[in-house]
């Protein structure tokens, strides 16, 4: 049974960064893409970035230049440094993985993990 866990949310202050983590458990995700969504309240599930590799690495435009996603391998594991955070980046953080078909629609990803909570004050 496939398993994700994030981890890392929290709350913090406009300018700060959070560093968030999905472990993967189950299977391999070394061929597939792993990524990020993220659910505000009241609003739909949006793309936030994935990536299979160094080379094939994609972001949402409000988060270019401040969140980096990068996985390691070796641990199954996916992650989303977040710097220079604004009260707008506030919700709920999944971690997908497993993608067939476009990287940045929610349906294209088979594995989801519960979310972490990222809330930033202003």
């Known amino acids: 049974q496939v398993q994700l866990v994030e981890s890392g949310g929290g709350l913090v202050q406009s300018g700060a960064s959070l560093r968030l983590s999905c472990a993967a458990s189950?299977?391999?995700?070394?061929?597939?893409?792993m990524g990020w969504f993220r659910q505000a309240p009241g609003k739909e599930r949006e793309f936030v970035a994935s990536t299979l590799n160094s080379a094939n690495t994609y972001y949402e435009d409000s988060v270019k230049g401040r969140f980096t996603v990068s996985r390691d391998n070796a641990k199954n594991t996916v992650y989303l440094q977040m710097n220079s955070l604004k009260p707008e980046d506030t919700a709920l953080y999944y971690c997908?993985?497993?993608?067939?078909?476009?990287?940045?629609?929610?349906?294209?990803?088979?594995?989801w993990g519960q979310g972490t909570q990222v809330t930033v004050s202003s």
């Open positions: 997908a993985a497993g993608a067939s078909g476009s990287i940045y629609s929610l349906r294209a990803y088979k594995h």
């Open positions: 189950g299977r391999t995700f070394s061929s597939d893409f």
